[in-house]
């Protein structure tokens, strides 16, 4: 059974730093696609980042680019999104998702095939 289990979520002032971990078992991703989303009370899903299956392609939203680093480490079947210089309209449930294809990066939540139960991140004012 493939499972997604994500950590590392909290409450942290604005300006401050987390990282979110999301470790996958049951099957082995290094050959494709993750990603993070995230959803905020009362908003749709949206899209945050994605990295290839090698680690060395990424792309964010533009709402984090140049604040958040995802990361992955594929010995450890592992995806990380480090977040910096965390902002109060950063608050939501952050959700990690894999693809079951051999993929390069994808930003649609509908072409990914795994789903973790997501981790709370609050930034306060």
């Known amino acids: 059974q493939v499972q997604l289990v994500e950590s590392g979520g909290g409450l942290v002032q604005a300006g401050n730093s987390l990282r979110l971990s999301c470790a996958a078992s049951g099957r082995t991703f290094s050959g494709n696609a993750m990603g993070w989303f995230r959803q905020a009370p009362g908003k749709e899903r949206e899209f945050v980042a994605s990295i290839n299956w090698s680690g060395d392609y990424d792309v964010y939203s533009d709402a984090v680019k140049g604040r958040f680093t995802i990361s992955r480490d594929n010995a450890r079947n592992t995806v990380y999104l480090q977040m910096n210089n965390l902002k109060v309209e950063d608050t939501a449930v952050y959700y990690c998702?894999?693809?079951?294809?051999?993929?390069?990066?994808?930003?649609?939540?509908?072409?990914?095939?795994?789903w973790g139960q997501g981790t709370q991140v609050t930034v306060s004012s």
């Open positions: 998702a894999a693809s079951a294809k051999r993929s390069t990066v994808l930003r649609a939540w509908g072409l990914y095939d795994y």
